[in-house]
């Protein structure tokens, strides 16, 4: 996050192609700071849109989307939100 300075937090929308779990990988070089699953770790429903969900970040923060089975992140829509 450091080329977007003032960010505290991103906004996500998603939508998949088929069912499966969406996660959001929060690091900070090799360091995982948290995961987080979507939706409390439930699948999201094939075709449908989620979103905005609000996760915190600093400024040194790499952000990773992953979807738990063979789907493919048809829509992905991050917006930066400063404080």
């Given amino acids: 996050m450091a080329d977007f300075p003032g960010v505290t937090s991103i906004l996500v929308n998603v ?3 088929t069912a499966s779990v969406f996660n959001v990988t929060v690091s900070r070089g090799a360091l995982t700071i948290f995961t987080i699953g979507v ?3 439930v699948a999201l429903n094939a ?3 989620y979103g905005p969900i609000e ?3 600093s ?3 790499y ?3 992953q979807v ?3 789907s493919i992140i048809n829509r992905l829509v991050v917006y930066g939100k400063k404080s």
Avoid: R
């Fill in 68 to 70: 738990e089975t063979d």
């Fill in 59 to 61: 400024p040194n923060d």
């Fill in 47 to 49: 075709g449908d849109g």
């Fill in 63 to 65: 952000i990773n989307f």
């Fill in 15 to 17: 939508a998949l192609t």
């Fill in 39 to 41: 939706l409390e770790s």
């Fill in 55 to 57: 996760i915190a970040v």
